[in-house]
């Protein structure tokens, strides 16, 4: 039974992207005006909410092991479990089926229900056995537009402009976990904007899952991006993650040419093998992303690439994957996010093609990229050795707390001795750059703004 009324207490854990991260604010901020409060121990919390992933096979891993340890806890006294996010919504069934802890189920497009889901597992326990609270219905309108979310401290805030994807590449959930595309109204998303600058954040990222396809009464994304960079006391504006089909001219002027939105493109690759591309549905050709590269390049050479890339895809033979190797050293990104396919149950792939990439492959050729792409990106930070650049102060470095933390415009780490340096988070700082690694410029602070 429980012991004490409400406030319960309430447990986040959130895997995967920053656009989880985001709706674990959204959550916190519904479960607030509810009346719930918030515990970051575990130990301690009369609900335990795990915000879940799909895409990666290591997040989904992860939750199943957290699931495993919760057992025990549920077992000594009463708590309620729910699992949020695009596993609740792709994988509801087999959490039904074999996850017997699992009280609340709740799908990203159904987060408003998630508190009455919660009062009712809460009463249900009370009485005795308790029923699954289930709530996964896809949405084509919800953009949780009137929610303010329950923002970390820090300096840069989250701001989803929209949700859902209508791109269906064969290896990717999202579609199913959260539905088609539609856009926030600009002027909340300015809005927004205005009130986080109020509050001290610094930095805004615009998220979407594919941000740059954002479209409303006649403004595109680079109209948004634009207004949002105009809103006083925001330093920076970021944009993650953007589809390489959505890149007008409009938008490269917008990111080369204004002071406050980064230069800083992540451009996910995938493959660079246009019989994969295919297969994987990107919709552009090897010649299609490398004619983009160019004219990125051709714009501002200032502009900072990164991107993704998945090895042994459905099929992939060597030659493919040495095309990949091949537009990876061509490109020369500045860092890249490298993984292994990993098959996801209910994706286009899994359900017409084969996964016959045997894992011993795929490991090799995840080695061999990242074994490259280290060489570049240390290549590039030396290059910066000698330079000034313009870092927003984020805190304390991870390994020691006598250095500052901060990101260049191109959203390179940098770190600097604190020394007798007066500069507090959030403040703009010249770093003139004297060592770095393949993560990391190193250096020492010029002056503070
Ligand atoms: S663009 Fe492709 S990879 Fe990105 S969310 Fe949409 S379907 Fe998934």
Redesign the pocket.
């Known amino acids: 039974m429980y012991e004490k009324r409400a406030p319960y207490q309430v447990h986040i854990e959130t895997f995967g992207c920053q656009m989880n991260e985001y709706d674990t604010e959204l959550v916190r901020a519904l479960l607030k005006a509810r009346g719930f409060t918030f515990t970051d121990d575990r130990e301690r919390a009369d609900v335990v909410l795990m915000n879940t992933c799909a895409i990666r096979e290591h997040a989904h891993n992860k939750v199943y092991g957290h699931l495993a340890d919760l057992k025990t806890l549920k077992r000594q006294r009463n708590l309620v479990v729910g699992v949020l996010g695009c596993m609740a919504q792709n994988l509801k069934q087999d959490l039904i089926d074999h996850e017997s802890i699992v009280d609340v189920l709740v799908g990203p497009d159904s987060y408003r229900r998630l508190p009455d889901l919660i009062v009712q597992a809460i009463e249900s326990q009370e009485k005795g056995p308790t029923r699954k609270g289930l709530a996964v219905d896809l949405s084509e309108y919800e953009t949780y537009e009137d929610i303010l979310p329950e923002r970390a401290e820090g300096i840069n805030a989250w701001i989803a402009v929209m949700r859902g994807?209508d791109?269906?590449?064969t290896f990717?959930v999202?579609?199913y976990t959260r539905g088609r595309e539609r856009s926030r109204d600009p002027q909340g998303i300015v809005r927004e904007t205005q009130h986080v600058a109020s509050q001290g954040y610094k930095q805004v990222t615009l998220l979407g899952?594919?941000v740059n396809s954002y479209r409303y009464d006649g403004w595109d994304f680079s109209r948004l991006i634009t207004a949002v960079a105009e809103v006083p006391g925001i330093e920076r504006v970021r944009f993650t993650?953007p589809?390489p089909k959505d890149f007008p001219p409009s938008l490269l002027d917008a990111v080369a040419g204004h002071p406050k939105i980064c230069k800083h493109i992540h451009l996910p690759l995938q493959a660079g093998n246009d019989r994969i591309l295919q297969l994987m549905n990107r919709t552009y050709t090897r010649n299609e992303y490398l004619a983009l590269v160019e004219k990125i390049r051709r714009r501002s050479s200032d502009i900072t690439l990164t991107t993704d890339l998945i090895c042994g895809f459905s099929t992939e033979s060597e030659e493919e994957f040495l095309d990949t190797y091949e537009i990876v050293r061509e490109v020369g990104y500045h860092a890249a996010f490298i993984f292994k396919y990993s098959e996801r149950k209910h994706t286009i792939a899994a359900r017409k093609y084969l996964d016959d990439v045997p894992d011993k492959i795929k490991a090799d050729r995840v080695t061999r990229l990242v074994d490259l792409q280290k060489g570049t990106s240390l290549k590039k930070n030396r290059g910066m050795v000698g330079r000034t650049v313009q870092v927003l102060v984020e805190g304390d470095a991870k390994k020691s707390s006598a250095q500052w933390m901060g990101r260049s415009d191109g959203n390179i780490t940098v770190v600097w001795e604190k020394g007798g340096s007066t500069v507090r988070p959030g403040d703009l700082v010249g770093v003139r750059i004297t060592d770095a690694s393949v993560t990391t410029l190193f250096g020492k602070e010029l002056a503070s703004r």
């Open positions: 994807c791109n269906f590449c990717c999202v579609p899952q594919n993650s589809h």
